[in-house]
């Protein structure tokens, strides 16, 4: 089969290489899938770079989360078929920018029939953490203020089309005018482009001077700083993640003052300790898909070919939307 392996950490366009490489087989308790649709997600662009928390030995197949079609199973397999189509988490160093990948079957799920197979593939991680934020981590409400940063990438537009489905009015910041216009398309009441305008006075404006009841933070750095400035009374942020390079350090008398509270969200380790939380949140997440509540946005579709060029886009910020690459 063709995959695109790193043998060399670096910048993406360089790292990635495509290559024939042999056929991998399902073991025990996995599925061998035919890859229908791999989608970019920022964590790809880390392990080129070898900054994600995740360090698979060299050299590694990246690709964090698929759509295919189940062509073997392992032993031990019961809730999968041939021919089943599924969505979930391939196994690194075997990722699934490739022609085939494995997956186990606890980390494998029925791919929603209301979503073709680009939509199904970006249901996974950015979906299921944006859920557990706003539905777990803290109880977002109806009626509520949610102020999404980076509200154009893989999770937080999960994170607009979520807090709409539960009732919230949505902000969300993104940095560049087409970005703007997806972020309509998602659903949010407001947008701000933080390349022309600063987030805080508008938040402020747009709440009767409350400020956001919930920050869904995937940025870090000066999005975290400016946040505390606009967070309302009994304020919940969002730790999810630090793409703009930056790890905040809180302030916790500001906390303490203003009422606020910090919370944390690393989404994969609910597969150590409550892998039925992740079942649970699939079943609901395909409900929503099914009643057309949410729909993943494709903004491109692109060929297998195009791989190291996305994930390098996706790493100089210059995407819009989600990229997803069909074998």
């Given at each position: 089969?063709?995959?695109?392996?790193?043998?060399?950490?670096?910048?993406?366009?360089?790292?990635?290489?495509?290559?024939?490489?042999?056929?991998?087989?399902?073991?025990?308790?996995?599925?061998?899938?035919?890859?229908?649709a791999a989608p970019a997600n920022f964590p790809d662009v880390l392990l080129c770079w070898g900054e994600y928390q995740i360090k698979p030995p060299l050299p590694f197949t990246p690709g964090v989360e698929l759509c295919g079609e189940v062509l073997a199973v392992g032993d031990g397999v019961t809730r999968f078929a041939v021919g089943d189509r599924v969505i979930g988490n391939p196994n690194l160093p075997g990722g699934g920018f490739?022609?085939?990948?494995?997956?186990?079957?606890?980390?494998?799920?029925?791919?929603?029939?209301?979503?073709?197979?680009?939509?199904?593939?970006?249901?996974?991680?950015?979906?299921?953490?944006?859920?557990?934020?706003?539905?777990?981590?803290?109880?977002?409400?109806?009626?509520?203020?949610?102020?999404?940063?980076?509200?154009?990438?893989?999770?937080?537009?999960?994170?607009?089309?979520?807090?709409?489905?539960?009732?919230?009015?949505?902000?969300?910041?993104?940095?560049?005018?087409?970005?703007?216009?997806?972020?309509?398309?998602?659903?949010?009441?407001?947008?701000?482009?933080?390349?022309?305008?600063?987030?805080?006075?508008?938040?402020?404006?747009?709440?009767?001077?409350?400020?956001?009841?919930?920050?869904?933070?995937?940025?870090?750095?000066?999005?975290?700083?400016?946040?505390?400035?606009?967070?309302?009374?009994?304020?919940?942020?969002?730790?999810?993640?630090?793409?703009?390079?930056?790890?905040?350090?809180?302030?916790?008398?500001?906390?303490?003052?203003?009422?606020?509270?910090?919370?944390?969200?690393?989404?994969?380790?609910?597969?150590?300790?409550?892998?039925?939380?992740?079942?649970?949140?699939?079943?609901?997440?395909?409900?929503?898909?099914?009643?057309?509540?949410?729909?993943?946005?494709?903004?491109?579709?692109?060929?297998?070919?195009?791989?190291?060029?996305?994930?390098?886009?996706?790493?100089?910020?210059?995407?819009?939307?989600?990229?997803?690459?069909?074998?």
């Open positions: 089969m063709k995959a695109w392996r790193v043998h060399e950490l670096g910048e993406p366009r360089t790292a990635l290489q495509l290559e024939e490489v042999p056929d991998p087989t399902a073991g025990p308790g996995q599925v061998l899938v035919k890859v229908l490739a022609q085939l990948a494995v997956m186990d079957e606890a980390n494998t799920f029925a791919a929603p029939s209301a979503l073709d197979d680009a939509e199904a593939s970006a249901l996974s991680i950015g979906y299921q953490t944006s859920w557990f934020a706003l539905h777990r981590r803290t109880q977002l409400k109806p009626g509520e203020t949610l102020l999404v940063h980076a509200a154009a990438g893989g999770v937080g537009s999960a994170a607009v089309q979520l807090g709409k489905a539960a009732g919230a009015k949505v902000i969300g910041v993104v940095g560049g005018a087409d970005k703007v216009e997806y972020c309509r398309r998602l659903g949010a009441d407001l947008v701000i482009d933080r390349h022309t305008d600063d987030f805080v006075p508008l938040v402020k404006e747009f709440t009767g001077g409350r400020g956001a009841d919930v920050v869904y933070d995937p940025v870090g750095g000066d999005a975290y700083a400016k946040s505390t400035k606009c967070i309302a009374f009994e304020g919940r942020i969002l730790i999810i993640g630090f793409a703009g390079g930056t790890i905040p350090t809180p302030g916790l008398n500001h906390a303490l003052i203003k009422n606020y509270s910090i919370i944390g969200l690393h989404w994969g380790l609910y597969k150590q300790y409550n892998q039925q939380a992740i079942a649970d949140c699939h079943e609901e997440l395909t409900r929503l898909a099914d009643s057309g509540a949410i729909t993943p946005l494709i903004s491109e579709r692109l060929s297998l070919a195009d791989v190291a060029d996305g994930i390098g886009r996706l790493g100089d910020g210059s995407t819009v939307g989600r990229l997803v690459f069909q074998p």
